[in-house]
């Protein structure tokens, strides 16, 4: 089991920067990968960025470049560092635990988090 609390999100406007964090407690962090996902309203849940146990990382394409994923196992936390929001960015962002497959593909757990508001607006 998993427990994960997100937190750092809030208005920003379009070009600034937020870090969100996500805590975990509850079992072995760093035998997890860890993903970020957001949701806007009316749109699904989409991955934003995953980290790996080992530090690899995966990003949606239209985040690379502003949005970097980090990890830090001896705290159980993971990070999403976000410059240049835009508009578009606006989402409650989730975290998970999961697995980073080799393939770069993200498979998420049943361990959410309960989302945090990011809101890019002049």
């Known amino acids: ?24 407690s509850g079992s072995t962090f760093s035998s997890y990968g860890m993903g970020w996902y957001r949701q806007a309203p009316g749109k699904q849940r989409g991955l934003v960025a995953a980290v790996g146990w080992g530090g690899r990382t995966n990003y949606a394409d239209s985040v690379k470049g502003r949005f970097t994923i980090s990890r830090d196992n001896t705290k159980n936390t993971v990070y999403l560092q976000m410059n240049s929001l835009q508009p578009e960015d606006t989402a409650v962002y989730y975290c998970n635990a999961g697995n980073l497959l080799l393939s770069g593909e993200y498979y998420p757990y049943d361990y959410w988090g309960q989302g945090t508001q990011v809101t890019v607006s002049s």
Not at 1 to 18: D, F, I, K, T
């Open 1 to 24: 089991q998993v427990q994960l609390v997100e937190s750092g999100g809030g208005l920003v406007q379009p070009g600034g920067s937020l870090r969100l964090s996500c805590a975990a």
